[in-house]
């Protein structure tokens, strides 16, 4: 059986964004149950309309950005471009509870590349490479920690997956894991939630393409209302999700 590039790389994406990844993002909520709790998020247009606003101008369309330079810095063989672009990503968390949770799922993800069947010598020596200068869990008390962004886009590269796929495909992790969230914390229904993200996929393509163009420009964002509410649920009684 032949099977073509175009379709080998869907598979690759497919599995890198699959709610399945055991990567632990089904245990965070980046803010949203709190906002469900305090009553600014009930109904589906309040969902709608909070998840495009940080979709067009949050920190998360930054992150898709850094996901794309660490493709790129894999690409180009570039490894010592991980390393600034992760310690630059974890400086500029807001809070304690998005920081560690980008630590941990990007460690996570790490890991389980380490353990996907190698097909080359070359990607090989470049894993060795990554793991060397990446910090690892042990790191985590010192301050360190390898984010989830630099991650996806190791291993994106790493299975031949092209960068515009790479960002859609950030893009679209991230919003499916926050409808699943609001699904959790509000009478929302399954159904509802799959409404809300057939609605931002225009969004998704919108922001994938801002974050191509920042490439070549400084990053900047406007999230004050999302790590506000980061950081009410980090002291919230009653929770769902991790802190």
Same mark, same amino acid.
């Given at each position: 059986?032949?099977?073509?590039?175009?379709?080998?790389?869907?598979?690759?994406?497919?599995?890198?964004?699959?709610?399945?990844?055991?990567?632990?993002?089904?245990?965070?909520?980046?803010?949203?149950?709190?906002?469900?709790?305090?009553?600014?998020?009930?109904?589906?247009?309040?969902?709608?309309?909070?998840?495009?606003?940080?979709?067009?101008? %949050?920190?998360?369309?930054?992150? +898709?950005?850094?996901?794309?330079? #660490?493709?790129?810095?894999?690409?180009? @063989? *570039?490894?010592?471009?991980l390393n600034y672009w992760n310690n630059w990503l974890s400086a500029t968390r807001e809070t304690e509870e998005v920081r560690l949770a980008s630590w941990q799922m990007g460690q996570s993800l790490m890991k389980l590349w380490q353990q996907l069947?190698?097909?080359?010598?070359?990607?090989?020596?470049?894993?060795?490479?990554?793991?060397?200068?990446?910090?690892?869990?042990?790191?985590?008390?010192?301050?360190? %920690?390898?984010?989830?962004?630099? +991650?996806?886009?190791?291993?994106? #590269?790493?299975?031949?997956?092209?960068? @515009? *796929?790479?960002?859609?495909?950030?893009?679209?992790?991230?919003?499916?894991?926050?409808?699943?969230?609001?699904?959790?914390?509000?009478?929302?229904?399954?159904?509802?939630?799959?409404?809300?993200?057939?609605?931002?996929?225009?969004?998704?393509?919108?922001?994938?393409?801002?974050?191509?163009?920042?490439?070549?420009?400084?990053?900047?964002?406007?999230?004050?209302?999302?790590?506000?509410?980061?950081?009410?649920?980090?002291?919230?009684?009653?929770?769902?999700?991790?802190?």
């Amino acid at each position: 059986m032949i099977i073509n590039s175009d379709s080998w790389q869907l598979l690759r994406l497919l599995q890198l964004t699959s709610p399945a990844l055991p990567v632990g993002a089904y245990s965070y909520s980046e803010g949203i149950e709190y906002l469900c709790s305090n009553g600014t998020i009930q109904t589906e247009e309040d969902l709608c309309d909070w998840l495009k606003r940080e979709m067009h101008f %949050g920190f998360v369309t930054n992150e +898709a950005a850094i996901a794309l330079r #660490a493709h790129q810095a894999v690409m180009s @063989n *570039n490894i010592t471009a991980l390393n600034y672009w992760n310690n630059w990503l974890s400086a500029t968390r807001e809070t304690e509870e998005v920081r560690l949770a980008s630590w941990q799922m990007g460690q996570s993800l790490m890991k389980l590349w380490q353990q996907l069947p190698e097909h080359r010598d070359d990607q090989f020596a470049i894993s060795k490479s990554i793991n060397e200068i990446l910090p690892t869990a042990k790191e985590n008390s010192l301050g360190k %920690g390898c984010n989830y962004a630099i +991650a996806f886009g190791v291993v994106a #590269a790493s299975l031949g997956i092209d960068a @515009n *796929n790479t960002i859609i495909g950030y893009m679209y992790s991230w919003l499916s894991n926050l409808v699943s969230a609001a699904v959790r914390s509000v009478p929302f229904g399954q159904t509802l939630g799959q409404q809300v993200i057939f609605r931002l996929n225009p969004d998704i393509l919108c922001s994938s393409q801002l974050a191509l163009k920042l490439l070549d420009r400084e990053l900047e964002w406007c999230g004050w209302g999302a790590s506000l509410a980061s950081a009410n649920h980090e002291t919230q009684y009653s929770r769902l999700f991790r802190s």
